[in-house]
Every structure is written in C-alpha cells, then in structure tokens.
C-alpha cells in the first residue's frame, strides 16, 4: 500500500485548506484510516479518523468543529477539509492505514501546512 498526501501550503490565520490522501493498492483489509500530524519539536498526534465506509469519524479535541475527515472509496481518496485554521495547527499531516490483518501499518511522507498569524 502506498499513501501520497497533497494540499498542503501556507495559509494566514482563519483561513482554510483541503488535504487529500490517494492510496493505491492492496487497500480492501484496511478497516479505517486517519489523519496524523507532527509539529516541530512535538510528538506525531492524531488529527482525525474514519471508518472504512465513512460511517464512523472521531477527531482530536482540538480540532473538533473545524476539521472534517472524509473520504471516497471509489477513488481511493481520503480528504481532511481544514477551516478555521490557527497558528498551532501548524505541522506536517500525515495519512495512515493501518492494516490489523497483515500487521502492516503505512504511512505516507507528509504535506505541510504553515498557518501564519
């Protein structure tokens, strides 16, 4: 499986930005996959989460209101809308799948996002 996030940039205070995840792949065993992200000097965290069918989603307290998690399974695509965004939200966002059945669990290479005040 391999995960390749874009959407990533600078954006100033209050604005917004649409983070896309293609995964391409052995995906079918994959029962969720989530949004991670690191900022400098801080432990990876994670953003937001999504069932395999979009049925299910959970995000960090931090994020709530202003993140939204989706995804479309006919294009292999998972999406984090962005809105709101604040300095602190600053970070590389990586795209996870953990694959429970394999073992495996994959990660793409990360999009930055720099929010400036």
């Known amino acids: 499986v391999q995960l390749v996030e874009s959407g990533g940039g600078l954006v100033q205070t209050g604005g917004s930005l649409r983070l896309s995840c293609v995964a391409s792949?052995?995906?079918?065993?994959?029962?969720?996959m989530g949004w991670y992200r690191q900022a400098p000097g801080k432990q990876r965290e994670l953003v937001a989460a999504i069932t395999s069918g979009g049925g299910r989603t959970n995000y960090a307290d931090s994020v709530k209101g202003r993140f939204t998690i989706s995804r479309d399974n006919a294009k292999n695509t998972m999406y984090l809308q962005m809105n709101s965004l604040q300095p602190e939200d600053t970070a590389v966002y990586y795209c996870?799948?953990?694959?429970?059945?394999?073992?495996?669990?994959?990660w793409g290479k990360g999009t930055l996002v720099t929010v400036s005040s």
């Open positions: 996870n799948a953990p694959d429970i059945a394999r073992g495996m669990n994959y």
């Open positions: 792949g052995s995906t079918f065993s994959i029962p969720a």
